[in-house]
C-alpha cells in the first residue's frame, strides 16, 4: 500500500480493562437479528463453494439484506400452538446463469435457509411456519448511461448473467473495492467481552441443553462493570412444552441465577463481585413471562434484520470504537465491509500477540481502488508512546496482510475466518 496512507500512532487510551467501566451486550444464536446474520453468512458461503467447485471463480452475489418477518404464537404453561408463519426475505443478488448453464442460486438460499433454522429453532415447523419469500432481484446497479458506448464498452450488463468465460473476470471487480466504506477491529477482547460470549455459548450449547431443555436459544445478554463490580441482565426463553407450571419456571430461574454465580465465579478473577439478573420483565399479575413455543421470539413478532446485532467478534461493545458496517452475506472477493473486516480483525490480533498492546485497526476504502491499497489504514495502540522498532514491527504486519487478500477470502469461504 502508499506509505502516506498507512499511520500508527499511540492515542494514550486506557486498555479497556483498566478503564472505569464497560458495557457490553451479546444476542445469542436463536436472536432473529442473529439468525439473520448467520444465514447470509452461510448462504454466502454455500454459493461461494458452489461457484468455485463448478466454475474455478466466485460469482458476483451480495447477501446482506436479508431480513425476518416474526411470525405469531399462543403459548400456555405446558405447550401452545403457531398461528401465522415466520418470514425470511431473501433481498439478495446473484448471478443466475454462467455460460448458458442456470445457477440453482435460491436451492442454495433454501438449503442453507431450512438447515439452519433446523439447528438453531429444531421445534420450528418449517413445512408449515416458514415462509421463504424471493425477492432476488438482477438490477446491475448505477453505472451504465444509456449513450452509443454502454452495450460494447460497459461490462454491467453481464454482472448476473454471464455468457462465457470472456467475461468471468469482470465478477471479481479486478480486485478494487465496490464502495467507499470505514470499518473497525480491535484486540483483545475485555473480560467482560470475553464473559458475556462464554455465558451465552455454554446456555446455547448441546450440553447445557441435554441437561436443561426448558432453555431456548434466544438468549441476551447485557453487562456492565464498574470498577472491579459486575453486573449481567439476562433473557433466557423457556420452552413451554418443557415447563409444565409457573412454578416450575420459577423453580428453574432460580437455579439458573445459581448456575450461573458459580459459573461465572469460576471464570473470573476472585477480585471481581457479580450479580446477576434474570427475565426482569417477568409480571405474574398479567401472565408475563419469556415463554415460547420454539425458544426464540421469532415466532412471536420480533423482527431481524441483517447487520443489527453482533459486531464481527461476537459482541455489541458499547464502550469501544466499533464499526457500523454489517459483514455478513456480502460477497467476500471484493466487499470491502467484509474483507476489510476481516483483514483489520487479522491485523489487530497479530498486534497484540506479537507487541502485547491493545490497539484499533481503522481502515477506509475508495470506490474503485485496489483492495491491497487502502485509502487510509491507522492502527492505534493504547498507551503514550510507541518505540520505532514496534512502528516498523506493525507497518510489516499490515503490510503482509493486504499482499494476503485471496487466501483470506477462500478462508472466509471455508468457515476458517467466522465474521459474526
Known amino acids: 500500500m502508499d506509505k502516506k496512507n498507512l499511520k500508527i500512532v499511540a492515542s494514550g487510551l486506557i486498555p479497556t480493562d483498566k478503564k472505569e467501566f464497560d458495557i457490553v451486550e451479546r444476542k445469542g444464536v436463536g436472536h432473529p437479528d442473529t439468525l439473520c446474520d448467520v444465514i447470509a453468512e452461510k448462504i454466502s458461503a454455500n454459493y461461494s463453494k458452489f ?3 463448478r466454475y474455478s471463480t466466485i ?69 408449515k411456519w416458514l415462509m421463504i419469500v424471493d425477492n432476488t432481484h438482477f438490477s446491475p446497479g448505477p453505472g451504465i448511461v444509456y449513450d452509443k458506448n454502454w452495450e460494447t464498452n460497459n461490462e454491467r450488463k453481464f454482472f448476473f448473467d454471464v455468457p462465457n468465460k470472456d467475461f468471468a473476470y469482470f465478477h471479481n471487480n ?3 473495492s465496490n ?55 439476562l433473557a433466557v ?20 441465577n445459581q448456575f450461573l454465580i458459580g459459573f461465572v465465579q469460576k471464570k473470573l478473577d476472585s477480585k471481581y463481585q457479580v450479580n446477576i439478573f434474570l427475565n426482569t420483565r417477568d409480571d ?45 452475506g456480502k460477497n467476500p472477493v471484493y466487499h470491502v465491509g467484509k ?22 485497526v481503522f481502515m477506509t476504502s475508495q470506490m474503485g481502488r485496489s483492495l491491497n491499497d487502502p485509502w487510509s489504514v491507522v492502527v492505534e495502540v493504547c498507551g503514550k508512546d510507541i518505540s520505532p522498532g514496534t512502528q516498523q514491527l506493525i ?4 503490510e503482509k496482510t493486504l499482499a494476503d487478500i485471496p487466501s483470506i477470502t477462500l478462508k472466509i469461504v471455508r468457515g476458517d475466518l467466522i465474521l459474526y
Open 174 to 176: 479486478s480486485f478494487r
Open 59 to 127: 460469482l458476483r452475489h451480495m447477501v446482506d439484506k436479508i431480513a425476518l418477518s416474526g411470525g405469531a404464537s399462543r403459548v400456555r404453561f405446558g405447550g401452545g400452538e403457531m398461528i401465522s408463519p415466520v418470514r425470511m426475505y431473501l433481498n439478495c443478488r446473484f448471478t443466475k446463469s454462467f455460460e448458458n448453464e442456470t445457477i440453482p442460486y435460491l436451492q442454495i438460499a433454501t438449503d442453507s435457509i431450512r438447515s439452519h433454522f433446523g439447528e438453531i429453532i429444531p421445534l420450528l415447523n418449517q413445512d
Open 179 to 233: 464502495d467507499t466504506s470505514t470499518i473497525v477491529t480491535y484486540h483483545p477482547l475485555s473480560v467482560l467481552e470475553q464473559l458475556v460470549i462464554l455465558i451465552e455459548q455454554t446456555l446455547s450449547g448441546k450440553e447445557f441443553k441435554s441437561l436443561n431443555p426448558w432453555v431456548g436459544t434466544d438468549i441476551k445478554v447485557m453487562g456492565r462493570r464498574n470498577h472491579d463490580h459486575i453486573q449481567l441482565t
Open 237 to 256: 426463553p423457556f420452552i413451554a412444552s418443557k415447563t409444565p407450571s409457573k412454578e416450575f419456571y420459577f423453580e428453574k430461574l432460580l437455579e439458573l
Open 339 to 360: 474483507l476489510y473486516t476481516a483483514l483489520g480483525s487479522i491485523i489487530s490480533k497479530e498486534v497484540h500477540t506479537l507487541t502485547g498492546l491493545e490497539n484499533y
Open 395 to 398: 507497518k510489516a504486519i499490515v
Open 284 to 328: 405474574v399479575n398479567k401472565s408475563d413471562y419469556y415463554l415460547t413455543l420454539t425458544g426464540s421470539a421469532i415466532e412471536s413478532g420480533d423482527e431481524g434484520v441483517v447487520g443489527r446485532g453482533n459486531r464481527y467478534n461476537g459482541v455489541i461493545p458499547f464502550t469501544r470504537h466499533m464499526t457500523l458496517e454489517a459483514c455478513c
Open 51 to 53: 461457484c468455485l467447485e
